[in-house]
């Protein structure tokens, strides 16, 4: 069993910066591909990153590439996400995913999620 927990989610202005985290728990993090998701309200989730196990493989959604990145630290057990640029439909609830045995292009159909974390709110004022 993993569990996820996110952290960093707040209240910020467009064109601002926000850092996400995720820290998993569990001796195995590194085989699991690792990713972020962000559902607004009234929308379906949406696929925003993944990152493959050793981190030598991202993948972003076009709506946020060239503004987020995504990144790990095995030996802490946590995932990041770097949002700059933001903008108000940036705004949405952004959740962690872990997949075992899957890989980044899997996971941004949202196949072969594991686990989920319970979610952190980034709201963007304009």
């Known amino acids: 069993q993993v569990q996820l927990v996110e952290s960093g989610g707040g209240l910020v202005q467009a064109g601002g910066s926000l850092r996400l985290s995720c820290a998993a728990s569990?001796?195995?993090?590194?085989?699991?591909?690792m990713g972020w998701f962000r559902q607004a309200p009234g929308k379906e989730r949406e696929f925003v990153a993944a990152?493959?196990?050793?981190?030598?493989?991202?993948l972003y959604a076009d709506s946020v590439k060239g503004r987020f990145t995504i990144s790990r630290d095995n030996a802490k057990n946590t995932v990041y996400l770097q949002m700059n640029s933001l903008k108000p439909e940036d705004t949405a609830v952004y959740y962690c995913?872990?997949?075992?045995?899957?890989?980044?292009?899997?996971?941004?159909?949202?196949?072969?999620?594991?686990?989920w974390g319970q979610g952190t709110q980034v709201t963007v004022s304009s």
């Open positions: 995913a872990a997949a075992f045995g899957a890989t980044t292009q899997l996971m941004s159909n949202m196949r072969g999620i594991n686990y």
């Open positions: 569990g001796r195995t993090f590194s085989t699991y591909i």
């Open positions: 990152i493959s196990g050793r981190g030598g493989v991202t």
